[in-house]
């Protein structure tokens, strides 16, 4: 994949947030690129020194906005950071003039800028510019955010997001969550509770408590809600939580069926899901609102895993009707189903990215687990990972990241969160505390 971005030259960037502002803080662009083969990536060097503490109240949030900044860029492989020790001129003051030469001398091609200060209200303001060296001048507009106190991790990730974005062209990821199982205990009895914490791993909150299996957390369109499968009656069953009150609901019930492997629409407004009955599991959908149900599909194998792709007019999702696990697509209100998985071994948990131009999924293959990722007709099959147990991928908001989950073998296997790029590169474990399953990414929030 040649994947050649020129960095956007943006006027202005505007930003409505909730409970965080962002408005243009001066400046102009110019060519700073990043080019991204098949074959090795060189990182690109940037500096970030400390942002500026404009008030004495802000020196210790200006120091850990800054680090979260130079994390998210450099986590992603794209990005080298270039060590404090190695600066030849400081930024003591944001409206300073920048030294280029002393910036170029030590092959720096990006310069990150920034300020903070902090109100007696406790309230912070960061302002911030991306400047690329080689060409003297400021690259886009600069920025400024203003939160809460304790908004600074969101508004670090907002800034790197627009950093990321002016330099490689690709959508911003950095300020999203992710919903996933939390695990403990012995691999034979494990206790599970739904959590949710930042794309990096900071802000664990637990949604649930460890009483019942959960399993397939799904979050909604518009990141408020979550979707997932619930053993509390003994049976699987879709339930539906609402994020901000932590307050949770079963579907409507249908007698005599067992409901799991659920996602919304693109719109948020009904969910398709997987319905055992009789022995039979078919696909169904339902509109949120009326508890309506329709059934999408009629056939004697397992089908399951549904996924939407963008534009809500095709559902990819797992069968055995050819004899073992393969994928299919059709149309969303149910029809005849294409097969677009030919490769060997089994395919499973079919995900349509958010860009809709491809599909990843997980193969089991010679006695190993495998994530990929394919175009949405079959074509162009690409194994990113290799292990004992690697399964469930789910998609950075952009497109651009897989996070999936990872079992190491043995009795004392444990279940981790690992995140690649669909090149293949940049396999990294996300760093958290305990075992961890079944994540799901959240749409950019809000």
Not at 66 to 73: I, M, P
Not at 163 to 175: A, K, L, Q
Not at 327 to 342: C, H, N
Request: hydrophobic share 40%; with cysteine.
């Amino acid at each position: 994949m040649h994947l050649i971005r020129l960095l956007r030259t943006a006027l202005c960037v505007a930003l409505a947030l909730t409970g965080l502002a962002g408005t243009p803080a001066g400046a102009q662009g110019g060519p700073l690129r990043i080019t991204i083969t098949d074959g090795v990536i060189e990182p690109l060097p940037f500096a970030a020194p400390t942002f500026v503490a404009e008030t004495a109240a802000a020196a210790e949030i200006a120091q850990r906005i800054t680090e979260v900044v130079a994390a998210d860029l450099t986590g992603t492989g794209l990005f080298r950071e270039i060590p404090a020790s190695a600066y030849i001129s400081p930024v003591t003051s944001f409206d300073a003039p920048v030294a280029y030469p002393d910036w170029k001398a030590i092959n720096a091609q990006a310069l990150i800028t920034g300020a903070v200060s902090q109100g007696s209200d406790g309230r912070i303001n960061v302002k911030f510019r991306l400047h690329d060296v080689f060409s003297g001048a400021p690259l886009g507009d600069g920025l400024q955010f203003g939160g809460g106190q304790g908004d600074w991790r969101r508004i670090a990730h907002k800034v790197a997001d627009q950093v990321y974005s002016r330099i490689t062209g690709e959508g911003p990821y950095f300020d999203s969550r992710i919903v996933y199982v939390s695990e403990s205990g012995p691999k034979d009895q494990r206790l599970k509770r739904l959590a949710i914490m930042d794309y990096d791993g900071a802000n664990v909150q637990y949604l649930t408590d460890s009483s019942t299996i959960v399993l397939a957390p799904r979050f909604s369109p518009s990141g408020d809600r979550i979707l997932y499968t619930s053993f509390e009656s003994g049976f699987p069953r879709i339930k539906l939580m609402d994020i901000a009150t932590v307050s949770a609901r079963a579907l409507a019930e249908l007698k005599g069926t067992m409901t799991f492997a659920p996602r919304f629409s693109p719109d948020g407004g009904s969910v398709v899901f997987s319905l055992e009955k009789d022995g039979n599991t078919d696909l169904y959908a339902m509109q949120l609102s009326s508890g309506q149900t329709r059934q999408l599909t009629d056939a004697p194998s397992i089908e399951t895993a549904p996924s939407y792709s963008p534009d809500g007019s095709k559902i990819v999702f797992e069968s055995d009707r050819s004899g073992n696990q393969q994928l299919y697509v059709m149309p969303a209100g149910g029809g005849e189903a294409t097969r677009i998985s030919f490769g060997e071994g089994r395919y499973g948990t079919p995900v349509w990215s958010p860009r809709g131009d491809m599909i990843a999924f997980t193969k089991q293959n010679a006695g190993r687990f495998h994530i990929g990722v394919m175009r949405v007709d079959g074509s162009e099959e690409r194994l990113l990972t290799s292990s004992f147990l690697d399964e469930g991928p789910t998609w950075a908001p952009n497109g651009r990241v897989i996070m999936f989950t990872r079992e190491s073998a043995g009795a004392g296997g444990v279940s981790q969160l690992y995140s690649v790029d669909i090149s293949g590169r940049n396999l990294r474990a996300v760093p958290m505390e305990g075992a961890a399953s079944d994540p799901a990414w959240s749409p950019l929030m809000p």
